[in-house]
């Protein structure tokens, strides 16, 4: 059995003083003995070292929402795995559809910097998705199986045993739109599928996948009792200790 994974990815929401508020709040309301999910909390780079230090002795894990792929040198602004590391992280969210869209993010960067993440000991979160016109077109399954082989390419049986994936159709990101849980059961299952093919049956069986894209407390529970949704990674309710903590209880 595939343990639940719920991640929040809080984006570029919370100053120190809201970031500590925030987890404050969380470890208050959550079931420490619940060690049927783990749970991940993935604030902004500066408020990464604080929060590691609220949740060091809790079941809360911590994540980033990036970085880059050079160990270090001149890379104005940027932030590499290691220094992640330093600071509490065990895992970091990469190919985010924002980053993809926004930051001009290619496949061909998510991979190194996957690569990466697994060499310096972070286990990435690796997002994957298709947009609207890209389902309408029918495309969704060929999208999402490019995405797959393209950022994983030449990451080995033993290093994808570090990765959760997690699928985030774009069309359901932040915009309350969410995806059935059968549309959502059917991509989860064709990534497990190719996962299978590219490594082998026991990877894919053991592979965590997450779903994402408007996550909240009325739909996790029924996207999560799907046979390969293996928890959610959470945007927008996640901002709020109570809604999360729905999420986290859904799990169970
Ligand atoms: P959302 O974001 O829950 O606000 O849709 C999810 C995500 O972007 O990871």
Redesign the pocket.
């Known amino acids: 059995m595939r343990k639940k994974i719920v991640a929040g ?1 809080w984006k570029m929401n919370n100053d120190l003083n809201e970031s500590i508020n925030l987890i404050s709040a969380i470890k208050k309301g959550i079931n420490e003995n619940n060690t049927n999910v783990d749970v991940i909390i993935c604030p902004p780079f500066t408020s990464l070292e604080t929060a590691y230090a609220l949740i060091k002795n809790t079941t809360i894990k911590l994540g980033a929402q990036n970085m880059y792929y050079e160990k270090n040198g001149a890379y104005t602004g940027e932030i590499s795995a290691g220094m992640l590391l330093s600071v509490g992280c065990e895992f970091v969210i990469l190919g ?1 559809s ?1 980053r993809r869209t926004i930051f001009g993010e290619t496949d061909e960067l998510i991979n190194k910097k996957i690569k990466s993440a697994i060499q310096a000991g972070l286990k990435p979160i690796f997002c994957i998705g298709e947009t609207l016109e890209q389902r309408e077109r029918g495309e969704a399954f060929e999208v999402v199986d490019d995405q797959l082989k393209k950022g994983l390419y030449q990451v080995s049986n033993e290093d994808i045993k570090n990765i959760i994936i997690a699928y ?1 159709p774009v069309w ?4 309350g739109k969410n995806a059935t849980p059968e549309q959502a059961q059917e991509i989860h299952n064709y990534i497990r599928k190719q996962i299978s093919a590219m490594y082998d049956s026991l990877t894919a069986e053991k592979l965590i996948i997450q779903y ?4 909240k407390p009325e739909n996790s529970k029924q996207l999560m009792s799907m046979p390969d949704i293996d928890g959610a ?5 996640c901002l709020k200790a109570d809604s999360f903590i729905s999420i986290i209880n859904s799990a169970v």
């Open positions: 990815n985010h924002e985030e359901a990101i932040g915009t994402g894209g408007s996550v990674l959470v945007g927008g309710a």
